[in-house]
C-alpha cells in the first residue's frame, strides 16, 4: 500500500501565503518525479509545478516567480510555498507520486485525497 497525504491547505486573503506538504509513505522501493496539480470546480484539474529526484524543477506558466516547489527525498515528501496568491487559484490541490513499490519492477502514479485552498477577503 502506498499513500500520499497533503497538508496545509486554508483560506488565505489575496497577495496572502500558503506551504502545502504531501507526504509518501508505505511500501515504497523508490520515488520518481513529484509534483502539484489543482482543480478548481468546473474545470479541468491542470499542471501546478513538478519536481524530480534529482531535483529539476518545472512550473505552469501562471505560477512561475510566484510558487515553490521542493523535496525531502528523506522524508519522501514534497512542498509548494505559494506566494502572492489569487482569488482565481482558488481549488483543491492534489499531489502525485511517481513510485515503484518493493515488489514491483515498474512505476506507477499515486495521487493524494487533495487539499482546499481559498483565496478570499
Known amino acids: 500500500q502506498v499513500q500520499l497525504v497533503e497538508s496545509g491547505g486554508g483560506l488565505v486573503q489575496p497577495g496572502g501565503s500558503l506551504r502545502l506538504s504531501c507526504a509518501a509513505s508505505?511500501?515504497?522501493?523508490?520515488?520518481?518525479?513529484m509534483g502539484w496539480y489543482r482543480q478548481a470546480p468546473g474545470k479541468q484539474r491542470e499542471l501546478v509545478a513538478t519536481?524530480?529526484?534529482?531535483?529539476?524543477?518545472n512550473y505552469a506558466d501562471s505560477v512561475k516567480d510566484r510558487f515553490t516547489i521542493s523535496r525531502d527525498n528523506a522524508k519522501n515528501t514534497v512542498y509548494l510555498q505559494m506566494n502572492s496568491l489569487k482569488p482565481e487559484e482558488t481549488a483543491v490541490y492534489y499531489c502525485?507520486?511517481?513510485?515503484?513499490?518493493?515488489?514491483?519492477?515498474?512505476?506507477?502514479?499515486?495521487w493524494g485525497q487533495g487539499t482546499q485552498v481559498t483565496v478570499s477577503s
Open positions: 508505505g511500501s515504497i522501493f523508490s520515488i520518481n518525479a
Open positions: 502525485k507520486a511517481l513510485i515503484i513499490r518493493y515488489g514491483s519492477k515498474v512505476y506507477n502514479d499515486y
Open positions: 519536481i524530480t529526484s534529482a531535483g529539476s524543477t
